[in-house]
């Protein structure tokens, strides 16, 4: 039997919700190292921002200026190429430790894993 549940991809707007994010996949995932978070480039461009997109229960999205973040050493890089747009959606490593700057630029077409919030 089957039972959809309304959720999505973690949307990180405060410093409350990275800390949540990172206990859980610090202390609870052992299969993954990567994993999406909703954010991506304004705009198809190297220097664009990221921001948070949010899907509603009715199908609407809705796009959150990105005044939190919590970038790796580095990151965002867009692959080291500043020409083109490599590197359009965020995710974030398991953390090594509940402190671990986390957060990575990387290919919307990556094949990595996802946890969602509801």
């Given at each position: ?25 610090y202390?609870g ?90």
């Open positions: 039997m089957w039972v959809y549940v309304y959720a999505h991809v973690p949307t990180v707007l405060s410093i409350t919700t990275v800390t949540v994010v990172r206990h859980v996949l202390t995932v052992d299969s993954c190292d990567q994993f999406w978070l909703a954010g991506s480039r304004v705009e198809q461009s190297s220097i664009s921002p990221f921001i948070w997109t949010y899907q509603t229960r009715e199908d609407d999205t809705v796009y959150y200026p990105m005044s939190y973040s919590n970038w790796a050493p580095g990151q965002p890089d867009n692959a080291g190429d500043e020409s083109s747009v490599r590197e359009a959606c965020l995710a974030m490593m398991k953390p090594t430790s509940p402190n671990t700057k986390s957060w990575f630029d990387v290919s919307c077409g990556e094949k990595i894993c996802a946890i969602c919030e509801y």
